[in-house]
């Protein structure tokens, strides 16, 4: 079978899932040749196996707002992969939520996960559930109504959710106190857990600070630091809240952020209280981050995005595809040098191909972001064990695991011209250890 066939065969089977197949393109395109180069694989079938879900469950999800008008959402857990460990992966709560999006979630996550060097599968979940406007009481109701169906296909070796997208350790607090209740016992069942009930300190930086340390690494292969460089990030959201920390921490200055309703230009740089307020403005469900332009008295640019700002560095952190080849190209134009993904898919395949082809280093958030999920498996660690670490403990892991990634993508994407292709680096790291395993595994 050629590279071609295959993608038309995944096209036929998966119709109206544009962001799996978009997934899909990208991670098998880059991994052909390993495949067809190990007819052990190849004969084991592995890229049609690997490419569907092991599971996905589909439920309903019925609630009662404030005024007593009953509600019915979607929920979804989509359980990939659990070649080299249980499940993992948050869990999304937003309007944009379907199978495709949550089909293409957890299939990065596999690979994701494998990266992170921990023993965590691949999976993914949440609801089309809009949390704008909604009240504590809600955002409850409706965080024990999902976990009301959910709770049956999770357990501490089967399927250990985390927060996503409009889901952070309130909702996960709500969800996990139901599943308790449920399954009457208390298993860490869930990360990114609240510190006085197993979480682990970091987690909730973890992943903004895992994306800050690969993009130093970036820096570092090219002789470069932190130190006095402009970064854009977007999103105000918790990727965005940790990224935007660990830059002020290394000596660069974040000037954007973003929400739906556009972007922020603060030439001060987003430091000290500003950064606070990012967590206000996230927890207030009120979706706009020209609150933030109205509070320190910035330019709001409705509408708009970050990218056409002249940084050194860009670091989108909200959503799939937010930065497309328009804004690649005013990147590129004014001179960009590093764009590292904290956010799981959010450039177009016509943006990386452009920031690729003008040599800017582009590293894909399966590498980039992975520091999230990696924590959540040093918080598995620590549920386990019934112990926990300290700060320093959970950070110096978190940095050596980064590196670790870093690494793995050198090792597999660099070119003859030393340029390192991330991307293909990433993909093929990650598929070749859960590939293996599926191997040793036989078919099942
Ligand atoms: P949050 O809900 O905390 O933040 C998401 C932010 O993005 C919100 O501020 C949201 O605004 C904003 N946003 C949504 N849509 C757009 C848009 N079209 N343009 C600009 N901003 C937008 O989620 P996270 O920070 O947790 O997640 C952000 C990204 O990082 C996602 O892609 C997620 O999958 C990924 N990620 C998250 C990890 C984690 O540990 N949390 C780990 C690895 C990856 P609003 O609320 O107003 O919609
Ligand atoms: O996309 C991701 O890696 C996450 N949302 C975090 C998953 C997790 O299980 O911590």
Redesign the pocket.
Known sequence: MTFNDFMNKVTAKNQGEPEFLQAVKEVVETIWDVYVADPRLVKANIMERIVEPERVVIFRVPWVDDKGNVHVNRGYRVQFNSAIGPYKG?C?F?PSVNLSSLKF?GFEQIFKNSLTTLPMGGGKGGADFD??GKTEQEMMRFSQAFMMELFRHLGPNTDIP?????V?GREVGFMFGMYKKLKNEFTGVFT?KGQNWGGSLIRPE??GFGTVYFADQMLKLKGESFEGKKVAV???????WGATQKVNDLGGKVVTL???DGYIYDPDGIKGEKIDYMVEM?ASN???VEDYAKKFNVEFFPGK?PWEVPVDIAMP????N?LNLEDAKNLVNNGAKVLCE???M?CTPEAIQLLQENKVLFAP?KAA?AG??ATSGLEMTQNSMRLKWSRDEVDEKLQTIMIAIHDQCVEYGKKPDGYVDYIKGANIAGFVKVANAMLDHGVV
């Open positions: 948050g999304r937003h979630l949390a704008k985390a927060g996503d997208i409009g952070s990114g973890a992943t977007s999103g105000f959201g918790n990727v965005s973003s929400g739906p996230r009120n979706d706009q995005r952190c909200a959503i799939q937010e904290g956010a799981n959010p958030g972001n999230g999920v």
